[in-house]
């Protein structure tokens, strides 16, 4: 947000969604990170991703994070894979939906896509498990 504009209703409704699934730590590292540059396009995906689409009734946030889940990782886009699957602790979902899922984009988006995402599922739970052993 500039520093003079008041944030949206969309915005504020984002940022509180975004916070819920992905946590405070990564929001305020991602808001903390914006610049002049990047700022107005954390400023849409909080408004239209966060305060849009994740912030609509149709679907859970359990749901919603099972096919974000997939649609990253049939788009290769492993970074954002394993953000989202840290925000399963967050959402809801299940090792065993996102295996399934995982399994949806090794038919629909490739065995190949499908492989490296379980790769990337597997490295992040191990990371998971690591630092709630270490509290």
Not at 71 to 80: H, I, K, P, R, V
Request: glycine share 6%; aromatic share 6%.
């Amino acid at each position: 947000m500039a520093d003079n504009a008041v944030p949206s209703e969309h915005y504020q409704l984002g940022m509180s969604v975004r916070r819920s699934v992905l946590g405070d730590a990564h929001v305020d590292r991602a808001s903390n990170a914006a610049t002049d540059f990047d700022a107005p396009f954390q400023q849409l995906i909080t408004e239209a991703a966060w305060g849009t689409v994740w912030a609509r009734p149709g679907l859970t946030r359990r749901e919603r994070s099972i096919v974000t889940i997939a649609l990253l990782a049939a788009l290769g886009q492993d970074e954002e894979v394993a953000m989202h699957i840290r925000a399963t602790e967050n959402t809801g979902a299940t090792r065993e939906d996102i295996c399934e899922a995982l399994m949806h984009v090794a038919i629909y988006a490739g065995i190949p896509a499908s492989n490296h995402a379980f790769k990337i599922a597997k490295q992040t739970y191990a990371e998971m498990e690591r630092k709630k052993a270490e509290k």
